[in-house]
């Protein structure tokens, strides 16, 4: 049996993020949801930062305001959590 490595986030691109959020939550608004990804998506590239001076967590972000992923789940590291490919590197 094997496990996800912890401190790590599942890479995924927007498009497949998007799908996979819709059908867990058939009721979201899809082209709100892109806005949203592609507004936390485009602070992070400009640098902003969480509260508490860490890296935004973009999926996140985007449904609760641009915090990271400590102070927007409470959890210290991610384990099998979601962020978008285009925000890995940033």
Do not use: Q
């Not at 899809?30 to 485009?42: G, Q, T, Y």
């Amino acid at each position: 049996m094997s496990s996800m490595p912890t401190g790590v986030f599942i890479p995924i691109s927007i498009d497949d993020y998007v799908r996979a959020h819709l059908v867990d939550n058939p009721g979201i608004d899809r082209s709100d949801l892109v806005k949203r990804l592609r507004s936390a998506l485009a602070s992070a590239r400009a640098g902003t930062k969480c509260a508490c001076g860490g890296r935004i967590w973009v999926v996140g972000s985007a449904e609760v305001g641009l915090s990271c992923f400590t102070c927007i789940t409470g959890e210290a590291v991610p384990s099998g959590d979601y962020e978008l490919s285009e925000a890995i590197d940033v």
